[in-house]
């Protein structure tokens, strides 16, 4: 069910979270909801707010793209990096199909002839939206992903962050840049907004970038400290873990594909170790 955080501003905090700017000129939409029956849903909320513009995909997981298809944005817009890799995750239209059914068997009743939709604009590094008396900066921004895009919406003063931010949930580094990621904190800590609607979990205030360099930086030394032991890529794979912590949370709907996410991020980190400085 949506929900309204300022004038203009609505969101879904469902998989994943999904938010939307209402203008002048119809609505821009970053992300969406993955399963079908959910992204019907908001298409016709959308709808009678004046349609969608603009659609924008933070990053090219599954999970966030596979609206695409049903929310019906006049134009679809993503960086360079996730138009690249849009089927890293799914492969194909049936790769599609096939992911949904893993999560949820009676979603694919939606799904005959599906089809991806790709995006019609892809920007490098910076794109600048004009719509309906709002601006919205879109800013590549990695960390989660190597492409992840972060959405400013300057009068609105809300920034969507994609999965750089998870409040109360656990990072995951699969597809990471994970020196990136604290540059990209950063930046979204220099942000003169009110709100931050994350990639997964309700809005948050400033207060949540901290806590996520502090998620992030226990992931990081516990790799650390295991390599400096010895530990090989595999060993550290098998021995290391994070998900398993009471304190944070991890879509259910992930089942044991999270465990299968977390043993590949523990492999990234672990390449990444060296690329930085410090380590």
């Given at each position: 069910m949506e929900k309204q955080l300022t004038d203009s501003v609505y969101y879904q905090n469902i998989y994943p979270t999904s938010g939307c700017v209402v203008t002048d000129a119809g609505a821009v939409a970053v992300d969406g909801p993955s399963f079908p029956s959910d992204a019907i849903a908001w298409r016709s909320f959308i709808e009678k707010k004046g349609g969608l513009r603009y659609h924008i995909n933070s990053e090219h997981h599954a999970d966030h793209i596979v609206a695409n298809r049903y929310l019906g944005a006049d134009v679809m817009v993503s960086g360079e990096y996730t138009n690249a890799h849009f089927l890293d995750s799914v492969k194909s239209d049936e790769g599609t199909v096939d992911f949904i059914r893993?999560?949820?068997e009676e979603e694919v009743v939606h799904m005959e002839g599906y089809k991806l939709r790709w995006p019609e604009i892809v920007f490098r590094d910076r794109l600048t939206l004009a719509v309906g008396g709002q601006t919205f900066h879109l800013i590549h921004s990695p960390g989660h992903t190597w492409g992840q895009t972060l959405v400013h919406a300057v009068e609105a003063r809300v920034v969507f962050t994609g999965d750089n931010l998870t409040p109360g949930m656990h990072p995951f580094f699969h597809s990471a840049s994970v020196w990136g990621w604290f540059h990209s904190l950063a930046?979204?800590?220099?942000?003169?907004?009110?709100?931050?609607?994350?990639?997964?979990?309700?809005?948050?205030?400033?207060?949540e970038i901290e806590v996520q360099r502090t998620k992030l930086r226990r992931v990081i030394g516990m790799v650390k400290e295991m390599k400096d032991k010895g530990l090989s890529r595999e060993e550290v794979q098998e021995q290391g873990g994070y998900i398993d912590d009471p304190s944070l949370d991890h879509p259910r709907v992930l089942g044991p594909r999270?465990?299968?996410?977390?043993?590949?991020?523990?492999?990234?980190?672990?390449?990444?170790?060296?690329?930085h400085p410090a380590f």
């Open positions: 893993r999560l949820k930046l979204l800590e220099s942000l003169d907004v009110d709100w931050f609607v994350p990639g997964h979990g309700d809005p948050c205030g400033k207060e999270a465990q299968m996410l977390e043993k590949a991020g523990l492999g990234n980190i672990y390449d990444q170790l060296d690329l």
